[in-house]
């Protein structure tokens, strides 16, 4: 999920949790981790990707939808 910095606090990303029916994956920066965390995500894999040949750390994240 990636909301532009205009729309945020809009309720997109329950509005895209509520079409899940049992689970949702995002990837998540490692600025954006602890805002997922906080909706009930947990990290399910770490990786090192390459943008222009500089390494950034970013996470898979799931959650349950019960």
């Given at each position: 999920m990636f909301v532009h910095k205009d729309h945020q606090n809009?309720?997109?990303?329950?509005?895209?949790?509520?079409l899940?029916?049992?689970?949702?994956?995002?990837?998540?920066?490692i600025?954006?981790?602890?805002?997922?965390?906080h909706r009930g995500y947990r990290c399910i894999q770490k990786q090192i990707v390459y943008v222009r040949g500089v390494a950034m750390e970013n996470y898979w994240m799931e959650k349950i939808i019960l």
């Amino acid at each position: 999920m990636f909301v532009h910095k205009d729309h945020q606090n809009e309720g997109i990303c329950d509005a895209l949790e509520a079409l899940a029916t049992k689970r949702v994956i995002t990837q998540a920066s490692i600025t954006a981790k602890p805002f997922f965390a906080h909706r009930g995500y947990r990290c399910i894999q770490k990786q090192i990707v390459y943008v222009r040949g500089v390494a950034m750390e970013n996470y898979w994240m799931e959650k349950i939808i019960l």
